[in-house]
């Protein structure tokens, strides 16, 4: 995963344009109404409800918003029921890429998936077909201005926390754990820095060089995939 960085990938949809913000904020509450309704509400004992809600809050979804989606969950409110699943493929240039979705339609989410990856030179393939080139990681980013020590030491206290690899630039730390290893980690480091970003995601082994005529239709790609609402997220090893 060396020199692979999400942290391009976050910021712009951080910098989303709030006409996209109320579409961010119901695919939010769809992950945070699956979260609860699977492993109940209680956010002390159900990991994944606290990891969406903590997503939700670094997002400035409105605390309503958030807690509407939770008491939905608990009163299993008829007619909601989500299904989960990752659709694998092919993009420009060959870049492997891996969507996850939430719905309650799977005929249509898969027909508009596939209809993204066709209208950009992509391909829709078979379930595991790119899943063996990325791993499941912890992902933290810390910016580099909210941190007071050295790199050294911050390094130091990363590793002693959980991180498994660090990586550097101009503007921010990038910390990856183990899955086990995430969620006290991010409690550790959280008591002494702000977190940019906090989450469990796919980390690609490799990354794919592509041109800058593959790049752009994949960046268009990308953007079609995660303007869907069925689609939580997507990944992919375009350097």
Known sequence: MAG???WHNIRHKKNAKDAKRGK?????????????????????????????????????MPKDNIDRAVQKAAGNVEGENYEETTYEGYGPGGVAVMVDVLTDNRNRTASEVRHAFSKNDGNLGENGCVAFMFQRKG?????????????????????????????????????????????????????????????????????????????????????????????????????
């Open 24 to 60: 961010i904020f119901m695919k939010l509450a769809k992950e945070i109404f699956v979260a609860a309704k699977q492993g109940g509400t209680d956010t002390e004992t159900n990991a994944a409800l606290r990891l969406a809600i903590d997503k939700a809050r670094s997002n400035n």
């Open 139 to 239: 992902y933290i980013v810390i910016a580099q201005e909210n941190v007071s020590v050295d790199e050294d030491e911050f390094m130091l206290e990363a590793i002693e926390a959980g991180c498994e690899e660090i990586e550097s630039n101009e503007e921010v730390f990038e910390l990856y754990t183990a899955v086990e290893d995430f969620e006290s980690c991010k409690k550790t480091l959280e008591e002494n820095y702000p977190l940019e970003a906090a989450e469990l995601t796919m980390i690609p082994d490799t990354d794919a060089e592509v041109s800058d005529e593959h790049q752009e239709k994949m960046n268009k790609l990308i953007d079609m995939l995660e303007d869907l609402d069925d689609v939580q997220d997507v990944h992919h090893n375009m350097k």
């Open 4 to 6: 692979h960085s999400k």
